[in-house]
């Protein structure tokens, strides 16, 4: 046994199949077969249970895995700790954001964290995916109701709806007071693709729920921010997209009185938790909680 039978054994665990795990690792199918067969013969004990279609690990094969990728986590701190001596910190962050809040909040951090780490690589994807966590990203920022438990999920802080217009809209079409109001108006917001948009809206404990047909959608919300701002409709958004606006009074809320919500109500970072992260993965999470932080600070009323 040593790392790198270990290491087959975490590719296969992972991918949960021989194939998979295969081009992953840039081997014949037959040849990671066979090392698999090498490694339980050296054990003495079953590590998978197999099927035609997948292939589930036994207790010994999950315990066994645990212990290589701890021996692969100290790996890459050792060879981390060799590169950073005699240089500023290193590395490379991949980074997943909405592409609204990410261009619109989040933008600002990244590029001061970038002049405070100049040597760190970091790799930026804008974009609205389901799938949080892949091979190129270590880091997630999504809005979700509730994170899934395969993750580490660290709070960003709340999310936060507002129904808006222009003053040029409200001075033609007066801006709608009710929910059934705002149902009947043109509605510019995000959608979700094979289903009718619900609005929640809560009143203390009080919940109500509005079925929306927007007259302008998109998963882009600097888009829909041009269309707020051009007086096409009423914009249901979170508040950071049209906070500037809402200060100078350039645009005007409404429905004050409820807390609205269509897709998630929390903004949260999410990462693996048995990935080994750099210093400089590390170093970014601790940046963007603190950045994060000092926002809702300074959001709180006084």
Not at 70 to 86: H, K, P, S, Y
Not at 224 to 243: E, K, N, W
Request: charged share 20%.
């Amino acid at each position: 046994m040593d790392l790198q039978t270990l290491t087959l054994l975490v590719e296969i665990i992972d991918a949960g199949n021989l194939s998979q795990a295969a081009r992953k690792l840039k081997m014949t199918r037959a040849n990671v077969s066979y090392h698999l067969t090498q490694l339980e013969k050296s054990v003495g004990a079953q590590l998978f249970k197999r099927s035609t279609r997948h292939m589930e690990p036994t207790e010994v094969g999950l315990r066994l895995a645990e212990h290589g990728r701890a021996i692969q986590n100290e790996m890459a701190a050792a060879r981390e700790t060799v590169a950073d001596l005699g240089q500023g910190l290193q590395g490379r962050v991949g980074i997943s954001v909405p592409s609204g809040y990410g261009e619109l909040v989040m933008s600002d951090w990244l590029i001061d964290f970038k002049r405070l780490y100049p040597g760190i690589v970091l790799d930026v994807l804008f974009e609205n995916r389901a799938d949080h966590l892949r091979d190129e990203v270590d880091i997630a920022i999504r809005v979700i109701s509730e994170p899934p438990l395969s993750v580490i999920a660290r709070s960003l802080g709340p999310v936060h709806y507002v129904a808006c217009a222009s003053r040029d809209y409200v001075a033609q079409h007066g801006l709608p007071t009710t929910l059934y109001e705002l149902r009947n108006s043109p509605v510019i917001t995000a959608g979700v693709t094979g289903r009718q948009l619900r609005l929640a809206a809560y009143q203390g404990e009080e919940r109500q729920e509005v079925l929306l047909e927007p007259t302008l959608i998109s998963e882009h919300f600097p888009f829909l921010r041009q269309g707020i701002l051009a007086g096409l409709g009423v914009g249901l958004v979170p508040d950071y997209v049209m906070q500037r606006e809402l200060a100078s009074g350039a645009v005007l809320q409404t429905l004050q009185e409820y807390r609205l919500s269509i897709f998630g109500t929390h903004m949260y970072l999410l990462y693996l938790p048995n990935r080994h992260q750099t210093r400089a993965v590390r170093t970014c999470i601790d940046y963007l909680l603190e950045m994060a932080g000092g926002m809702q600070k300074h959001d709180e009323p006084a």
